[in-house]
Structure formats: C-alpha cells, structure tokens
C-alpha cells in the first residue's frame, strides 16, 4: 500500500494545520498505553503506591504495563487520554501543522534550499509556541497518569475538568504552567530532533530516488526522527515529568528537580523510562507522520476545484 499520491495543488496551511491535530490524536490513541508506562517508569521511586506495606515497583515496559492492569485495571492505561486529545489538537497543529509555514518565512528570498540553520529555527519557534498554548492540557494529562499510582481515597482529581479546576484554585492559573520552561526546552530539542530529522530523511530518500513519496517513505523517515528525538529528549523529558508531577513546594524549580534526580539516582536516572520513550516515540512517530501525510492528501484532493 502506497497511499494517496501528492497532489497537484500542494495543501494550504489551514490543512495542515488541522491534519496535524487530527494526526497527533490518532498516534495518541494508538500509543497511549505506552506513554502512560513511561510516565510511571519516570517518577518511580517519588511517588509510592499506598496499596500495601511496601510500594508496587515497575519492571520494563510490559512489566509495567502488566502491573498496571493487575493492580488498577485496564483503563488505567489510557488515563488522562481526554487530557491527551485536547492537548494534541493544540499542540500537534503548532509544532507540526505551521512548521513548513514557519520554514518558509525563515527562508530568504531566492534561496533555492532550505538550510539545517532554518529547519532548526522553525522547529524551535513551532515548539515554543506549541508549549505555551498547551502547556494546561500537558500538566493535567502527566498528573492523571501518575495519579494511578495512588489509592482511591489519594487521588487528587474526580475528572479532567475537576482537575484544571483544582490546580487553578489551589496553586493558582501559575500552576497550569508549571514546568512551562523545561518543556519549551524538551520541545525545542523534540521538534528539532524529530521534524527537521524527518524533514532531512525524507528529503534524502526522495532526492536519491531510494524511494518515491508514498506511505514506505514516510515510514522510514519517521521511524528515524522517532529514535533521533528519543535520544536527545530523554533527559529533559524525565525532568519535565517529575516537576509537572510534583506537589507544590516540592521543588523550587526545574533546576532543583533536576539536582534532586541526579543524587537520587545520578545520570542513569536522566534516561529512566527510556525503553518506553522510545517505543512510545517511535510508534507514534510512525502513526503521526503516516497520517499526517495522507490526511492533508486527502483534504487537497477534497478541495473543490
């Protein structure tokens, strides 16, 4: 299967914009489970799992996978997925959906390429912009995956809505931000390693003819800026996990967490869950771009002529 072929007219930036929201969710909903592995992976050993006298500890991925399902029950693994949707619409339509907009406004006229300067640039802007739109539904969906982790009575949220309630009113309309600047950070680094990875790959498939732009192009490209992406956010992502995660007064800042992370467990500690990041990231990589690259297809081939 090769998919949609390009069209003749190239999508708009309105089709992108809404191809990457809807991308962005389909890959979170397929990848989820993951991902909800890699946050409790991240955090333990700070938060404990009151259920018995001594605190359920995780083991690789499908080891935490298999206790979350035996100790909590299924739908613990797609806790916080309506926090997750909301935050790819938002999300996923900046950082993904304006990065060729953002490219092309960086180019200068006449140039007849796209430098690594440039890619990196827009990247970076996407990424930040992103973040600071959607910085809530990122700490609401971290704080509902660790929250399984507690016994009924610890829960501190009854809901998604309850719980953007909660955190406004008890630490402030601050506290739906916080860890705003690690995760500008993490996704500087994310978008830069895996949009201008996938935007080079796919680039050099096509301009050696290795491969035509179709569905095993996109595979390919995507699979290489899930790997890229994963390596170098880790440890900013490990970070960024715990200090969402904390309670308030817990840490000072992103610096303090990080310091705290670093004599608990030393550097080790800055690539936990990284099996996980790596399956969740590659996956979703995978799912994102390959439909991503068939919707905006889609919706080009839609447009009335």
């Known amino acids: 299967?090769?998919?949609?072929?390009?069209?003749?007219?190239?999508?708009?930036?309105?089709m992108k914009f809404v191809s990457a929201g809807l991308a962005g969710c389909i890959?979170?909903?397929?990848?989820?489970?993951?991902?909800?592995?890699?946050?409790?992976?991240?955090?333990?050993?700070?938060?404990?799992?009151?259920?018995?006298i001594s605190s359920v500890e995780y083991r690789g991925v499908l080891g935490t996978?298999?206790?979350?399902?035996?100790?909590?029950?299924?739908?613990?693994?797609?806790?916080?997925?309506?926090?997750g949707l909301q935050r790819q619409m938002s999300f996923a339509s900046i950082r993904i959906g304006l990065y060729d907009s953002v490219k092309q406004l960086y180019t200068p006229k006449g140039a007849e390429n796209t430098g690594m300067a440039t890619r990196?640039?827009?990247?970076?802007?996407?990424?930040?912009?992103?973040?600071?739109?959607?910085q809530p539904t990122d700490v609401v969906k971290v704080r509902f995956?660790?929250?399984g982790a507690l016994s009924d009575s610890a829960r501190r949220y009854s809901s998604t809505v309850d719980a953007y309630r909660t955190i406004a009113r008890e630490e402030g309309i601050r506290g739906l931000w916080r860890g705003t600047l690690p995760n500008i950070a993490r996704n500087a680094i994310i978008?830069?390693?895996?949009?201008?990875?996938?935007?080079l790959l796919k680039d050099a498939l096509l301009r050696t003819?290795?491969?035509?732009?179709?569905?095993?192009?996109?595979?390919?490209?995507?699979?290489?800026?899930?790997?890229?992406?994963?390596?170098?956010?880790?440890p900013v992502d490990v970070v960024k996990t715990r200090y969402m995660n904390a309670s308030p007064g817990q840490y000072r800042n992103a610096l303090s967490c990080l310091l705290a992370l670093l004599m608990q467990d030393g550097p080790a500690g800055l690539y936990k869950g990284f099996v996980p990041s790596f399956l969740r990231l590659g996956s979703w990589n995978v799912v994102?771009?390959?439909?991503?690259?068939?919707?905006?297809?889609?919706?080009?081939?839609?447009?009335?002529?």
């Open 191 to 199: 978008n830069c390693g895996e949009l201008v990875t996938y935007d």
């Open 145 to 147: 995956q660790a929250s």
């Open 1 to 14: 299967m090769v998919g949609l072929k390009p069209p003749e007219v190239p999508p708009t930036a309105a």
């Open 27 to 52: 890959a979170d909903l397929c990848t989820f489970p993951l991902d909800t592995a890699k946050v409790r992976l991240q955090i333990q050993g700070e938060v404990r799992i009151p259920r018995t």
């Open 120 to 134: 990196l640039l827009a990247g970076c802007t996407t990424g930040a912009v992103a973040v600071a739109c959607a």
């Open 288 to 305: 994102m771009f390959v439909s991503y690259e068939q919707l905006q297809r889609a919706m080009a081939l839609a447009r009335p002529a």
């Open 65 to 83: 996978l298999s206790t979350m399902v035996r100790t909590e029950g299924a739908r613990s693994l797609y806790s916080g997925l309506a926090a």
């Open 209 to 234: 003819q290795l491969m035509t732009d179709n569905v095993p192009c996109h595979f390919v490209a995507a699979f290489g800026a899930g790997f890229c992406a994963t390596v170098v956010a880790s």
